[in-house]
């Protein structure tokens, strides 16, 4: 479900998560790990206010392992702690409480110190729609708690899933993403985070294909059998050639010969959201 975010949801959101961040030691800052940057807000840190934050990268098993490794160091370097999980099979999830306890480390001992027994860790997941908070949730509880789906706005009771030494609120903060910087959207377009219908499929879809050209062209040409690698890729005529050789491929043709090219983009789309085009990663810190 794509929301669509006026300033009015925004400040609202915003409220919600900051009146949870009272209740909470720790945040979950859930991103895609296909694309770091542009699958997180851009006010996070002014929004958080200083709590200790851990970033999750989800959907590893989409990315591209390499780049991952590269995103983790780069944000350990920024002072976070970061790791990656497929929270669909639940590979991964079982360093989160670790990390967590790492993170609050200090505060933990200083209550030791005190003679104080110190309670569970308390952390709350935040992120953009459909980055996968409650697949995590569901996932990290071992049962079906949040519905899937995101309805801002919407309030229900809150409650706590006990696991292991932390617990999580069981409603996430839903955060909005970047929409100023065209290629932000189409990132998340291209992934599926966001309806490709709001933007033009083709031009989506492009989009995709002028990447894949660019760092993964071997899995895109042994996928659809392509021979001819484009030379110049910022000419858009090449990028569109390889749109039809797949349309060609795939049958996506329309009386007179011609390529459907919006049934081709949508073939192109599918495969990548599925990983059928490999792991890949939409943007490097590097
Ligand atoms: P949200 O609460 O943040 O909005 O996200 P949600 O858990 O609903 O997850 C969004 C989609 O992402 C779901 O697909 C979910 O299965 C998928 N997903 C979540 N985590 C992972 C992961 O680690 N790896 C992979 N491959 N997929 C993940 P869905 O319900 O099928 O939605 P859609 O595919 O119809 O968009």
Redesign the pocket.
Known sequence: MTIQWFPGHMTKARRQIQEKLKLIDLVIELIDARLPLSSRNPMIDEILQGKPRMIVM?????ADPAVSQEWIVYFKEQGHAALQ????TGTGIKDIPVQAKLLLKEKIDRQLAKGINPRAIRALIV?I????????INRMAGRNI?A???RPGVTKAQQWIKIGEIELLDT?GILWPKFEDQNVGYRLAVT?AIKEEILNVEDVAFFGVKYLVQYYWDTMAERYGLTEKPQDIENPNEIVEVMEAVGRKRGCIVSGGHVDLEKASLVILRDLRAGKLGRLTLESPY
């Open positions: 989800n959907k590893a098993d989409l999980v497929d929270a669909q992120g729609p459909n980055v996968g908070k409650s697949t995590l949040a899937t789906g995101d996430p599926g």
